[in-house]
């Protein structure tokens, strides 16, 4: 092996949804078109197999001579026999079951049994069922939460490059080396007595960790309420009009462009959005990217996952998406549970399991919840927060801008002196890196973090300070999910709330008739149906 090794990874063949998840995770990254393109103008050690084809199979080879390594998924699984690899013995609960190392040729192949692009792509949503330390609950959201892809990805990587000797090195998370993150976000759909007014004196002193979605008309006799929160110095942004999220684009872009006019009535600035009850659809983003939003955040998407760009036809979005946690007080509540001090306990082993992980802590919640009827509950949110060490309090706003100027650094060259045990990176020229730190893994379990200084940096492994790493690992005290089984009669009623975009907030006069099910539903609600709650 020589002394001097490039460990900027090449991805070949185009994969959206894999070049999201290496951006994710901060990898430096290159990518080709095919092998062969890579053979002539790479340089790269380590390659992550999207599409390979016949043809490719004497480069592999080669490449695998050379010391080299590659990962590759299910679809390309018969790499393993015809590279004629021979699978490794180790210690898999540091990477994970679901990964294998082989070697051949004197080179490295990590084999992922599963597709990593198929569940990365699926954006439907389903009713999940979620056993908790705190009881089961249930929510609609992503169909495949994204993390599990993105995880298991980053898990195989740090494999191939630590079975070769090599140090895992990627964009830290967070700025200034921060070990996580934490924001309460609050959903004003409804206006309920003074529980908002409670619940702002009780985060007076959180001003820079939470951000607040109105649903404006909901407060339309009461704006005074949110003129109080703006002027007081609070982040609030949009969480549509009415309450609503429609199957229509041009629906929502009237709902939208209405919150906004309010909202700005009321000298505040509109550049994040929560879609109402956490319902994402393609329109609904086509309409953000119009309207210029910075970031919106759906738990129908993804959840418990880093941001990311949603890809819509093979072209990535330019509204960040910023998943949080999907249980809230108010889904306990909904089930019938009302033991609050399981609830809390459940709360705060969310915010220090993730923060052990490194993982963002983004909580949700709405004032008419529980914890505006008893805010020591959100206090201990808040209290547990506070205990923790190099914790970044943010607002959504604030993650947004920096998860978009960090998106931007990219690097150049990433080359590691075996002989030295020093690693050397460039980065591509105008990189802004202020706060930006680097992670470095030479072993699964510890990592140490490192502070960009300049445009290029020579970093010796053994004068780094290292520390313990771990993954969130499935904890059953804490949550399990399932997909819910609906009745054959619930299946037929949301089908029929889906197909009409059924909902009984927007006023006749202002429904949009632009389609079958559009006049239907409006001569249903014409008819008086909408007082008879079909979507309940």
């Known amino acids: 092996m020589d002394s001097l090794i490039n460990i900027k990874l090449g991805l070949i063949g185009k994969s959206c949804e894999i070049m999201s998840m290496l951006r994710q995770e901060g990898i430096p990254f290159s990518e080709y078109d095919s092998l062969e393109s890579c053979k002539l103008n790479g340089r790269e050690s380590m390659l992550i197999i999207s599409k390979a084809s016949g043809r490719d199979m004497e480069l592999l080879k080669d490449h695998l001579c050379k010391g080299g390594a590659v990962i590759c998924d ?17 210690d898999d609960s540091l990477y994970g079951g679901s990964i294998g190392r082989y070697e051949s040729s004197g080179g490295y192949i990590v084999y992922v049994d599963k597709d990593l692009r198929k569940e990365a792509s699926y954006s439907r949503a389903v009713i999940k069922e979620f056993f908790t330390s705190a009881g089961t609950v249930r929510e609609k959201v992503a169909s495949f939460p994204k993390y599990r892809d993105r995880e298991i990805l980053s898990r195989a990587l740090m494999a191939s490059f630590h079975v070769r000797g090599l140090p895992f090195v990627r964009l830290w998370y967070y700025p200034k080396g921060f070990r996580s993150l934490f924001n309460f976000r609050f959903d004003l759909d409804e206006d309920t007595g003074n529980d908002l007014e409670l619940i702002a004196g009780v985060s007076e002193k959180y001003k820079d960790c939470t951000t607040w979605f109105v649903s404006c008309a909901s407060f339309e006799k009461n704006a005074h309420k949110i003129k ?36 700005g009535n009321l000298r505040g600035s509109v550049e ?19 309207l210029g939003f910075l970031y919106s955040s759906e738990f129908s998407l993804d959840y418990d996952n880093l941001p990311f760009y949603p890809i819509s036809r093979s072209i990535f979005s330019s509204v960040l998406q910023i998943p949080i946690h999907p249980i809230c007080w108010g889904i306990y509540k909904d089930a019938g549970i009302v033991n609050d001090n399981a609830i809390r306990e459940y709360m705060q082993k969310i915010v220090i399991k993730k923060y052990e992980a490194r993982l963002p802590i983004l909580l949700y919640g709405h004032p008419s919840e529980s914890i505006g009827k008893d805010p020591k509950l959100l206090e201990m949110v808040y209290g547990t927060a506070d205990s923790l060490s190099n914790l970044w309090r943010a607002r959504l706003s604030d993650l947004a801008r920096w998860w978009k100027k960090r998106e931007k650094v990219r690097f150049k060259e990433v080359t590691f002196d075996a002989s030295k045990k020093t690693f050397s990176y460039e980065l591509e020229d105008g990189a802004d890196f202020s706060g930006i730190h680097l992670n470095v893994q030479v072993r699964a379990d510890k990592a140490a973090y490192y502070g960009i200084t300049g445009l290029s940096g020579n970093v010796s492994l053994d004068e780094l300070q290292y520390e ?50 559009s006049n239907i539903k409006y001569l249903l609600r014409r008819c008086g149906f909408d007082k008879v709650k079909i979507n309940t």
């Open 272 to 290: 994040g959005f929560a879609a109402p009850m956490g319902r994402w659809n393609e329109g609904l983003q086509v309409v953000l990217e119009r």
């Open 74 to 90: 299910i679809l390309n699984k018969d790499l393993i026999s015809r590279m004629r690899a021979k699978k490794l013995d180790y």
């Open 468 to 517: 313990e790493s771990r993954y969130l690992k499935a904890d059953p005290d804490l949550y399990r999910e399932r997909i819910w089984k609906k009745t054959r009669l619930k299946r037929l009623k949301d089908g029929l709330v889906d197909m009409l975009d059924w909902e009984e907030r927007t006023p006749l006069n202002e429904i949009k008739r632009n389609s079958a099910a």
């Open 228 to 263: 109080k929160l703006i002027d007081d110095g609070f982040d609030v942004q949009s969480h549509g009009y009415f309450h609503h999220t429609y199957s229509d684009s041009e629906q929502n872009e009237i709902n939208i462009k209405k919150s906004i006019g309010y909202i």
